[in-house]
Structures are given as C-alpha cells and as structure tokens.
C-alpha cells in the first residue's frame, strides 16, 4: 500500500527543545508513528524574537530533512511584527502566500493539514484545493478576525468585510474543521458550520516530562531561599494575557517580603511590565526572561503557586491558555484573574485553585494571601490540578484522536 503523504502548514514549527506551543511538533510526531509521510512548511523566524536568524539571512526556502519521512520547509515571513496592526497583516501575508508558493512543488500530497492563525493560511489551504485538488483540513486556534475585533485592533470595515470572506471560504471548503478550545467550535458552529464537521481537540498535558520533579520545591533558576513564597507566570509575554495586573498585585504585597512574583517568557508586552515595575518600585516582581523548554519543569518545581491572567469579555471566555497544562501536569495549585470561562471552569472542577475577577489586582492581592496563611491546601490542590490532567488532557488518547480525525478525511 502506498504511503499516504501529509503537507502540514503553520508558522511556527518548534522543535522539542523550544520555548513556545508544541502543539504542532507534537502532532506531527504523532502523524509519523501512526505510519504517514509528513512535509511541514513553517517560516524561519525566530518564534520569540520574531527577527530572521544570521543562518537564513537572504534565504528565500531552507529546506531540512528529518529521517525517512519528515521534511521541514522553513520559508520567508516579514519580521519583527507585532507593533502594529499593519505588520502583523504584511507577516501572515507573507508567509501564507510563500507557503503556497513552497506547496506548489510538494509532489503527491493526499491531505492539507492548515492551521490558523495566520487566517490567510485558509486562503493558502483552498488555493491548493483549486488549484491542484487537494483536501485540507483547517485547524482554528484563535479566531478570526473575531479576536482582533473584540480587542478593538481591527476597525477597518472592509478589511474586515475581506477578513470573514477568507473566513467563511476557509470553512466552507475545509472537509473537515479542528478546534483547540470548545468556545472555538462553538463560535465556529453558530457561522452556520455543520457541527458534524467541527472537531474538538484541545492542547495536551506533558504528564511524563513533568511526573519527575521534585514537589519539595527546589532551589533553582527562580528559587533565592526556601523560605520564599513564589507565585510564577510562565509564557508568553503577548498583550493577551493581561500581565499588567498581575504585576500591579505586587503594590499590595510589599509588606510581605517572602512573597515573590516570578514571571518567565518574552513578548511584546514586556516593556510595560518593566515600566509598572519601575514606576511602583516592586522589587517583589522579577522577570527572568525567556527560558529553555527544559528548564520549565524545574521553574514550576521552584514555584508555590502558578498563575493565569486574562482580560474580560466575551473574547476571553473561549481561552484555555497552553500553560494552564503544564500547571496541572506539575502538580501545582494555580491562581486566577479570569473571568467566567473554559478555563475557570476546569480550575473550579479540578478543585485545583482560586479565581478572582481581572482587572482587579487588589483582590487578585488578597487571594494570594488566602493561599499564603493557608499553604497546607495547596499540596491538595496541586494533587487535583496533576489527576484532572491525567484524566482529561492525558497526549496519548488526545493525539489517537487526532489520528482518528485524520484516517476519517485521507
């Protein structure tokens, strides 16, 4: 029989040893055991600089070959975007329209695995169905333009008339549809979607890289003394995270001076945390910057606490934020400032933490205490958060269902 062929389209394609969302190395990883042949084309910049690498400096396509049956194909997209709407437009737009260029001469293709952000990607996936008749499958990790429009960086009305038009295109050609979060497939399903083509498949749990650590929180990378109480946030610096709260929380804590705010990524709202840091003078809040994949099990074994910050709204209700994941997996009892959502949700169900409302640092202030006057709860707590993992977002059954998805469309 022969060898059934996948092309995998995102912009980002990390490697096991990165910092960032795995997800697609993960998946990819899974489409190799289960006996596939896989093309991946990404771009090559740097996932958290966002700036070109000196190694692909005035490289149109580097093309890289893993073993039998994994090439990498690592194309051009506009770098150091982010600061405005426009940039982020001109970096999708080059990216998806280099990725079809690049999937234009990938011979023998049966399945288009396309996943968004960028949206345009979609546009990329039905070229290729036009163009050369091939199925894809359209994976929607955030949607758009609903998100930037709910968070008010997206006003052009027809930029936004062309934005749902490559939305509904996308949907409406896609054989079948992924969703990371329920709120997605939802939001998905009410653009009049058939539901039976919309598939649920969450982020997973890294159960066996974090079953190992020390739970008598070590000393380490964030870890200065044992007697410190640290509440860490680890990820992405982006805007959506609502980071600037958590950072406000540290003017109530001054008086506790073993109370620490620990926070572990890069992005782009960083400046703004180093501002508020400086302007308040919290010497109770770190950032570390950003730190290897490797290292996150010891950062989350150093922590007494894990925190999630997210703004309020409608747009907020459908996150269920990757490090929510490792939190869980780590054994560690996590702090909210969410509002009513996905997330809250399994925190109140795991029985795993506490959450408070966003935008209201005070009171997020006060929930660390309740957790601080009381840290005999949190081993408890941090036993629920790593059995609701086990039981709900364990890799092995969420990548067979994946598969599954997947030998349904090829």
């Not at 990329?124 to 955030?142: C, H, N, Q, S, Y």
């Not at 870890?223 to 946030?233: A, C, M, P």
């Not at 400032?337 to 795993?352: F, L, N, V």
């Not at 707590?381 to 469309?409: P, S, V």
Request: proline share 4%; hydrophobic share 40%; charged share 25%.
């Amino acid at each position: 029989m022969k060898q059934k062929h996948i092309l995998y389209l995102a912009q980002f394609y990390l490697s096991e040893n990165q910092s960032g969302n795995l997800r697609h190395y993960y998946h990819v990883q899974a489409l190799l055991k289960a006996g596939f042949k896989v093309s991946v084309v990404s771009c090559y910049l740097d996932y958290m600089t966002r700036d070109i690498s000196p190694e692909y400096q005035g490289k149109k396509v580097v093309k890289e070959l893993i073993g039998e049956n994994l090439t990498i194909y690592k194309t051009y997209a506009y770098p150091n975007y982010g600061k405005s709407v426009a940039s982020r437009i001109k970096n999708m737009a080059s990216y998806s329209w280099n990725a079809f260029l690049v999937s234009l001469g990938i011979k023998d293709v049966d399945l288009v695995i396309a996943s968004s952000t960028p949206l345009l990607i979609g546009l990329t996936a039905f070229g290729l169905k036009f163009l050369k008749g091939k199925k894809f499958i359209f994976e929607v990790r955030d949607l758009w333009p609903d998100t930037p429009i709910l968070m008010g960086t997206l006003r052009n009305k027809p930029l936004i008339a062309i934005c749902k038009l490559i939305e509904m295109l996308s949907y409406r050609n896609a054989c079948a549809i992924i969703g990371l979060t329920r709120g997605i497939c939802k939001g998905i399903a009410e653009k009049d979607i058939p539901k039976n083509k919309i598939f649920f498949v969450p982020n997973a749990a890294d159960l066996e890289i974090f079953s190992q650590i020390d739970q008598n929180r070590t000393m380490g990378i964030i870890r200065e003394s044992e007697d410190e109480f640290i509440i860490t946030f680890a990820g992405a610096l982006s805007l959506y995270p609502n980071l600037q709260n958590f950072v406000k929380t540290a003017k109530f804590l001054k008086e506790y001076k073993n109370i620490k705010l620990a926070i572990v990524g890069e992005g782009e709202s960083r400046p703004l945390l180093e501002n508020i840091k400086q302007q308040f003078l919290l010497d109770n809040v770190v950032l570390y910057g950003s730190k290897p994949r490797q290292d996150i099990p010891n950062i989350l074994a150093s922590s007494d606490v894990c925190h999630i910050s997210l703004g309020e709204g409608k747009l907020f209700e459908m996150f269920l934020p990757i490090k929510a994941f490792d939190y869980m997996a780590a054994s560690r009892p996590i702090i909210g400032a969410i509002p009513k959502s996905e997330i809250s949700e399994i925190i109140k169900k795991a029985e795993c933490g506490i959450c408070v409302k966003p935008n209201d640092p005070e009171s997020l202030a006060q929930a660390i205490l309740e957790m601080y006057k009381n840290k005999d709860k949190l081993v408890k707590m941090g036993i629920n958060a790593r059995k609701y993992a086990e039981e709900h977002f364990d890799r092995a059954q969420i990548t067979n269902n994946y598969i599954e998805i997947i030998n349904n469309y090829i």
